[in-house]
Nanobody, 125 residues
Framework: QVHVVESGGGLVQAGGSLRLSCAAS????????LGWFRQAPGKERDFVAG????????YYADSVKGRFTISRANAENTVYLQMNSLKPADTAVYYC??????????????????WGQGTQVTVSS
């Protein structure tokens, strides 16, 4: 079993920045593809950003390209999401996603093997 813990959510004004962190632990010697999804009230959970096991490839939803940056600590199952120029539309619960088996470029709900508990991000106008 893999344990996934997120941190870094909060309240920020529009135009501000936040940084989310996520650490996955439990299976020694295994490096995962890591990513982030978000879910706003009354909406589906949507893909935000993903990164492959080595950090050499990143993937973004169109809505966050140029504003959000995903990165990971070398050789560790720790991922970060730097969110700049935040908008009220970015308000959601953000979930860390861990993938062990599916291709790293595939970021659907069903491709995720483990989820974090979620962290709230609220952007005020």
């Amino acid at each position: 079993q893999v344990h996934v813990v997120e941190s870094g959510g909060g309240l920020v004004q529009a135009g501000g920045s936040l940084r989310l962190s996520c650490a996955a632990s439990g299976r020694t010697g295994t490096t995962y593809a890591l990513g982030w999804f978000r879910q706003a009230p009354g909406k589906e959970r949507d893909f935000v950003a993903g990164i492959n096991w080595s950090g050499s490839s990143t993937y973004y939803a169109d809505s966050v390209k140029g504003r959000f940056t995903i990165s990971r600590a070398n050789a560790e199952n720790t991922v970060y999401l730097q969110m700049n120029s935040l908008k009220p539309a970015d308000t959601a619960v953000y979930y860390c996603a861990v993938k062990a088996f599916s291709p790293p470029e595939l970021w659907t709900l069903s491709s995720v093997d483990y989820w974090g508990q979620g962290t709230q991000v609220t952007v005020s106008s």
